[in-house]
């Protein structure tokens, strides 16, 4: 069996990225939730100015895996940081070290620009993903709880902003 090939994405990936998520979203029991597709994932990855990257796992030119991350920005490191929103590997391919194979490059990413940390979250049942991340020195950031607005609720906070009258 051949090497695995790690390779940043591109625009003819789309179809593969976008069928990637959905196989994600099914594992993660949260398919109901998916609202990207093809072109708004070509706009936001691929267009003017990307917001993200993609990594796509390949072994003999068939895809395994992919890895989407972006930067954030540490103010206590005073550097960037690179933060992995997916990570997935198709069932059938686990264990052949694709995972790790990402999650290898994206650090060489992160030491490459300078990045102070390389992290993610994972949902607290999926105790094989857990146990792959300690094998590779991923620590728990327990005393950090994930927050989020977003909907509803982004909206509303969004016109509450608007709605202060400008500081002279």
């Given at each position: 069996m051949s090497a695995i090939i790690i390779?940043?994405?591109?625009?003819?990936?789309?179809?593969?990225?976008?069928?990637f998520i959905l196989a994600l979203a099914d594992y993660e029991r949260l398919a109901h939730e998916v609202k990207a597709d093809r072109a708004t994932l070509g706009r936001y990855l691929f267009g003017e100015r990307p917001m993200a990257e993609v990594l796509i796992a390949e072994q003999e030119g068939t895809a395994l895996g992919f890895a989407l991350f972006f930067h954030n920005f540490s103010t206590f490191e005073g550097r960037p940081g690179l933060y992995l929103e997916?990570?997935?590997?198709?069932?059938q391919a686990r264990g052949l070290g694709a995972g790790k194979a990402?999650?290898?490059r994206l650090a060489q990413i992160a030491m490459d620009r300078g990045c102070a940390r390389l992290e993610w979250s994972v949902l607290d049942w999926n105790e094989p993903s857990?146990?792959?991340?300690r094998s590779i020195g991923a620590k728990p950031m327990d005393e950090w709880t994930v927050q989020r607005v977003d909907g509803d609720a982004l909206h509303a906070l969004a016109r509450a902003g608007r709605a202060e009258p400008p500081r002279t």
């Open positions: 390779r940043p994405a591109r625009a003819d990936d789309l179809d593969t990225i976008h069928a997916d990570l997935f590997v198709l069932p990402l999650l290898a857990i146990a792959f991340y």
